[in-house]
């Protein structure tokens, strides 16, 4: 099988992802008054960013239970599933920044906020595939356990997203790299190195649970 099957995953992803962000905007506006739609407009690229790493994070985790078997009782090779996973999680993380940026085109009061730290958002996505990852993976080796290993990930993770769009999106007068005491710049390339070196060691745990891999009738 070719990587055609992944690349098809890896679609549905990152447009799942965006609709997910339309569907939390959509709930927002109907709750919002009028006298806030103003500002509406100018959060629209986090609904799109938060809505792309929930989506990743699940769909991560039932791609272990669902679609890796499916793909290997099909032909897929270990090495063509390995490159499958990460073209999932790296077209989210590479897209979802991008749609931002055709927002931010369209509206460059609303993106001038947000093209300094698109990078950022894109590693934290990046992140959040992987920890999907890490729930996968429990699933398929710890079965019930792992079922709920991959609820407390959920959870986690629900909340670490939580917590960095209250720091990134929500503050309108300090942001995250000022408690920090560091300037954006740094907070900025500390965030991206500590992302991409999880992601990079979680490459070599996925290579080597993908090399004793054996689909579960």
Known sequence: MKLKFWFQRALFTLFGGIGVGLLMMAVTVIQMTGERMSSFWTRMPAFLLLGSGYFLLIMMMMTYKVQLPLA???????????????????????GAPVFVLGYGLLFPEVGSAYFPLLPFYGAVILLTGTVGSWGGMAYCRWGKLGALITVLVIAFAAMGLGIVSALVFSMENTHAWEILSMSRTQFVVLGISICIGIYLLNILLEARVLRCYEVRM
């Open 72 to 94: 290997v009782s099909f032909g897929s090779t270990r090495k063509e599933s390995l490159l499958g996973l990460q073209l999932i999680k790296c077209l989210c993380a590479i």
